[in-house]
């Protein structure tokens, strides 16, 4: 089992829809999630963090279920310009930390 | 958010020659730098670690004579492709560790190619 599964999509929504990612990891102890942005042929940016009592910025929500570890993202009122890749990352933090990068949702806003 | 440059941003070479790319950190310290490589369409894949001060980890796969990372600074990474090859032609992209949030931020990235 890969330590951190995205499912690669993708995600064909028209503008306006509302769309959600799950992003699942197998290490219990990891402690610190992100989700970047990553345009075509463009490095990745830090969308947001997640916390374990969620995270909101605008249309973005951002979840973390430590119980079935998971986080998730959510993203209303999709936007043409959201069309991107979507990674989910995740570390232990302290001495030990190594981000681990899913590979990625592949999301596509249509108009 | 913190800002990090990379360069040079596009480099073309000749087989056997080599490259030195480099990552700064520009408005903030970074003890830990983080070097990756992503091929078209694929995902990211980590590299190495690189500690300012001390030898870089090494991701399994990855060949240290071959990738050289040098942490001298708190603020500069650079990694030298030496003897390149057409196959080490791709995207590659640094990042910095913002140590109390464990943020990573990246560079712009590199594209190489070797001819």
């Known amino acids: 089992r890969k330590e951190v599964e995205q499912d690669p999509g993708p995600f064909n929504v028209p503008e306006g829809a509302t769309v959600a990612f799950n992003c699942t990891y197998s290490?219990?102890?990891?402690?610190?999630f992100f989700w970047y942005r990553q345009d075509c042929r463009k490095e990745p940016k830090l969308l947001m963090s997640?916390?374990?009592s969620g995270n909101e910025d605008g249309r973005f929500t951002a979840q973390l279920n430590r119980a079935s570890q998971y986080i998730s993202l959510l993203i209303r009122d999709s936007k043409l310009s959201d069309s991107a890749t979507y990674l989910c990352?995740?570390?232990?933090?302290?001495?030990?930390?190594?981000?681990?990068f899913g590979r990625g949702t592949s999301l596509i806003v249509h108009p | 958010g913190a800002v990090v440059s990379q360069h040079p941003s596009r480099v073309i070479c000749k087989s056997g020659t080599s490259v030195k790319i480099e990552c700064r950190s520009l408005?903030?310290?970074?003890?830990?730098m983080f070097w990756y490589r992503q091929f078209p369409k694929k995902s990211l894949m980590l590299m190495a670690t690189?500690?300012?001060?001390?030898?870089?980890?090494?991701e399994q796969g990855v060949e240290k004579d071959k990738f050289l990372i040098n942490h001298a600074s708190l603020t500069l990474s650079t990694l030298t492709v030496t003897s390149a090859h057409p196959e080490d032609s791709s995207f590659y992209i640094c990042?910095?560790?913002?140590?109390?949030?464990?943020?990573?931020?990246f560079g712009p990235g590199t594209r190489l190619t070797v001819l």
């Open positions: 990042s910095a560790r913002l140590t109390l949030y464990n943020e990573q931020f």
């Open positions: 690189s500690n300012e001060g001390s030898k870089a980890t090494y």
């Open positions: 408005d903030f310290q970074a003890t830990t």
């Open positions: 990352v995740v570390s232990q933090s302290g001495g030990s930390y190594i981000p681990t």
């Open positions: 997640v916390y374990s």
């Open positions: 290490n219990s102890a990891s402690q610190s």
